[in-house]
């Protein structure tokens, strides 16, 4: 699958931006979504993931409450809605898909166990 983001952006702190990611060449709905983000210097962490169906999602503590993740499988889109940024919120942002047919309303947030993943939007906070 293809996967590609976008929304990225420079916004000021406590502002909002939303992320898009479309995806192609596969049954979408086979696919947990997730999104990770990488710092300068830093290695990748998981932001939010969210099951096939959309109604099963996990967050990063350092953005439960201020991220939201949803996908529509009709538009092969998953979103990340980040409101209330936060200067350390600053990184490139990736979508990625777990391969996951059964369906079994789980999510992952380890790194390796994502099987596609898109290019990266960069996402900047002022303070």
């Known amino acids: 699958v293809q996967l590609q983001a976008s929304g990225g952006g420079l916004v000021q702190a406590g502002g909002s931006l939303r992320l898009s990611c479309a995806a192609s060449g596969r049954t979408f709905s086979n696919y947990v979504m997730g999104w990770f983000r990488q710092a300068p210097g830093r290695e990748r962490e998981f932001v939010a993931a969210v099951t096939w169906s959309g109604l099963s999602t996990d967050y990063a503590d350092s953005v439960k409450g201020r991220f939201t993740i949803s996908r529509d499988n009709a538009k092969n889109t998953v979103f990340l809605q980040m409101n209330s940024l936060k200067p350390e919120d600053t990184a490139v942002y990736y979508c990625?898909?777990?391969?996951?047919?059964?369906?079994?309303?789980?999510?992952?947030?380890?790194?390796?166990?994502?099987?596609?993943w898109g290019q990266g939007t960069l996402v900047t906070v002022s303070s």
């Open positions: 990625a898909a777990d391969y996951r047919p059964f369906r079994t309303g789980h999510t992952t947030r380890i790194v390796d166990e994502y099987d596609y």
